[in-house]
């Protein structure tokens, strides 16, 4: 068993002012918001590195995951990245502006458009996932694979339930 951090230290203090109290929560999801700091972080430099804003990564990879020719329409893209449409089509603007995507005629429906991204977009994007696993595996050195993976499936159990 590992040596005592932080959240024992906490939880061992409430423990002792308010045993009336189960502080098992505090054991898992203290521990989930501090880790998502160190997230958070790599995220950062990341996204820094590659120039890029937390939100361009989120439209752009969501393009990049669509496969060549990496376009989707505005409503793909707000389901994706769970946005408002005001917000989406600021966000389109923004990215066309510094040219990392481009708005297109949608050839199947000529009143529709299309998002398609740039090479620009795309190198951007390549970039920052690249410098992001990176950083994402060093938080997880820790770990072998077998309990990543264990790790992985206890959170994915959890999750689906917000999911």
Known sequence: MP????VDRIVDAWERERPDLDFAPL???SRVARLARHLERARRIAFTASELELWEFDVLSALRRAGD???LSPKALLQQTLVSS???TNRIDRLVERELVERKTDPNDGRGILVVMTERG???VDSAIALLLLGESELLDGLSSVERERLSGLLRKLSLDFD
């Open 3 to 6: 040596a005592n951090d932080e």
């Open 27 to 29: 054991q898992v999801l």
């Open 69 to 71: 020719p990496y376009q």
């Open 86 to 88: 005001g917000t989406m």
């Open 122 to 124: 795309r190198d951007r």
